[in-house]
């Protein structure tokens, strides 16, 4: 039996275009035509079209269904094992993104909700890209200091809100006069700078040791979401997210020198014996014999 392009576009549940277009491409050619020269699809043609509806709902694309069919024994199982892993995957970030959804309700409804003009007051031109927000997450969901920063974050005031913007601000004009005065990112001005930020954030949001804080300079330099979030686009200039990135890594650095010197001065044995303690003794002694005159006796 032969059915013609509009009764199989009807039961099969897709368009006559799609129908052409397979032709076309030559993924389905119907096996008879009439005498008029129209389409004309066999019970063949139907299977085939069922093989090709299916792969297309897994997310197959249409030439490596065409791949498929061409050679079904050898081709399907392995395209279909590797679909099962890809399905999967996507799967998993699905379940991350709803966790990332009911979370941020969470926060929404425990956290300060501020009116657009509020928003505007406290946030003026920082904005925060919900899209790199999500990212964000995703990528430090399992870190225990993104969960208290986000946690912190949400307990946050609106005047609490109001400091740390304004911390910032004096911050970020600072930032901006030092780099347009060409001070090193190396020098003492920048690295005091950058460790002003991270600071902040430790006293804000969470404790930012210095790998932490490069990690968050590194991201200053490729996402300009992240970058935003500190220098507003209309007050960043070509060159500053890797001149901050520099300056954080040179803090970074003398905050670990620091860090080591003082573990070492502290772990450093007490000198005992005929050293430091008895010299001091001895000096002690000879003050006293002095004050009592001659030799003390």
Not at 10 to 30: E, N, S
Not at 32 to 48: N, Q, T, W
């Amino acid at each position: 039996m032969s059915y013609t392009v509009g009764q199989v576009a009807g039961f099969a549940g897709i368009t006559v275009r799609t129908l052409h277009h397979y032709d076309r491409t030559g993924l389905l050619t119907p096996s008879e035509r009439s005498p008029g020269g129209y389409r004309l699809y066999g019970d063949a043609d139907l299977a085939r079209l069922q093989q090709i509806l299916f792969y297309r709902e897994l997310g197959f694309a249409l030439d490596e269904i065409a791949e498929i069919l061409t050679d079904p024994q050898a081709n399907a199982l392995d395209q279909l094992r590797a679909r099962r892993r890809a399905l999967r995957e996507q799967i998993g970030k699905l379940e991350r993104l709803v966790e990332v959804a009911e979370r941020a309700m969470e926060v929404q409804q425990t956290g300060v909700r501020l009116s657009p003009r509020e928003r505007f007051e406290v946030f003026g031109g920082i904005t925060f890209d919900l899209s790199y927000a999500t990212e964000a997450e995703l990528k430090w969901e399992g870190s225990a200091g993104h969960k208290e920063a986000m946690a912190r974050a949400a307990a946050h005031s609106k005047e609490d809100w109001a400091r740390i913007m304004s911390e910032a601000a004096d911050w970020r004009d600072r930032v901006l006069a030092a780099f347009d005065a060409h001070e090193p990112a190396d020098g003492p001005r920048a690295r005091d700078l950058a460790e002003q930020h991270r600071q902040h954030i430790s006293r804000w949001f969470t404790d930012c040791p210095p790998d932490m804080h490069l990690r968050i300079a590194d991201d200053f330099v490729t996402d300009p979401r992240a970058f935003a979030l500190v220098i507003p686009p209309a007050q960043q200039r070509p060159g500053l997210a890797p001149y901050l990135r520099e300056a954080v890594r040179a803090n970074g650095a003398q905050v670990r020198d620091g860090a080591t010197a003082r573990r070492e001065v502290k772990a450093e044995p007490e000198v005992e014996g005929g050293g430091g303690h008895e010299a001091e003794s001895g000096g002690d002694q000879e003050t006293a014999r002095g004050a009592r005159g001659g030799d003390g006796r």
